[in-house]
């Protein structure tokens, strides 16, 4: 069955850097877009980024560009976000998700939890 | 940047009503792309709804979507107690929920 499983999160600091990860199985994790969605305790789902299945396109949202970097590597079935110059409005639960589209997300993980706070 | 409007913020039903949930789109959005997902406290949202009708593997038929260019509705025929949750429209950008609570 399809899995995904995130890892990386914990309590930074403003202004630094932490690093997700999300692992795959279960399907052919080459096959497929891989997106990461964010939830602010509290608050509504915010899409962050995208990569497609060679990793050759890769979109931001606005309130991420320029800070944090999607990447994946097909032969470890992984999904990467290297989030640097974290501010307090980042403190979430960060979701890594499937797409055959890009667009529509069929399977989620169960998320990690970023909290930046000094 | 397309942005998405739900209506209304939240729905006080009972089970067994029907619930209707709208999606407005700032913009005309392609019907391929636009989904519903339902999220339960603690847990990971859940897709319901792709291309605006098409129901997701395993979704009970008492869930329909419908809807073109801007507008778009998802409809519970009779609410059971397990679908008293959050629904999020989404073409890329997710609209900013309606809560389905008992009345």
């Known amino acids: 069955q399809v899995q995904l499983v995130e890892s990386g999160g914990g309590l930074v600091k403003p202004g630094g850097s932490l690093r997700l990860s999300c692992a795959a199985s279960?399907?052919?994790?080459?096959?497929?877009?891989m997106s990461w969605i964010r939830q602010a305790p509290g608050k509504g789902l915010e899409w962050v980024s995208y990569i497609s299945s060679s990793g050759s396109t890769i979109y931001y949202a606005d309130s991420v560009k320029g800070r944090f970097t999607i990447s994946r590597d097909n032969a470890k079935n992984s999904l990467y976000l290297q989030m640097n110059s974290l501010r307090a409005e980042d403190t979430a639960v960060y979701y890594c998700?499937?797409?055959?589209?890009?667009?529509?997300?069929?399977?989620w993980g169960q998320g990690t939890l970023v909290t930046v706070s000094s | 940047e397309i942005v998405l409007t739900q209506s209304p913020g939240t729905l006080s039903l009972s089970p067994g009503e029907r619930a209707t949930l709208s999606c407005r789109a700032s913009?005309?959005?392609?019907?391929?792309?636009l989904a519903w997902y339902q999220q339960k406290p603690g847990q990971a949202p859940r897709l319901l709804i792709y291309g605006a009708s098409s129901r997701a593997t395993g979704i009970p038929d008492r869930f329909s979507g419908s809807g073109s260019g801007t507008d778009f509705t998802l409809t519970i025929s009779r609410l059971e107690p397990e679908d008293f949750a959050v629904y999020y429209c989404q073409q890329l950008t997710f609209g900013q929920g309606t809560k389905v609570e008992i009345k």
């Open positions: 913009q005309s959005v392609s019907s391929s792309y």
């Open positions: 279960g399907f052919t994790f080459s096959d497929y877009y």
């Open positions: 998700a499937r797409s055959g589209d890009g667009y529509t997300f069929d399977y």
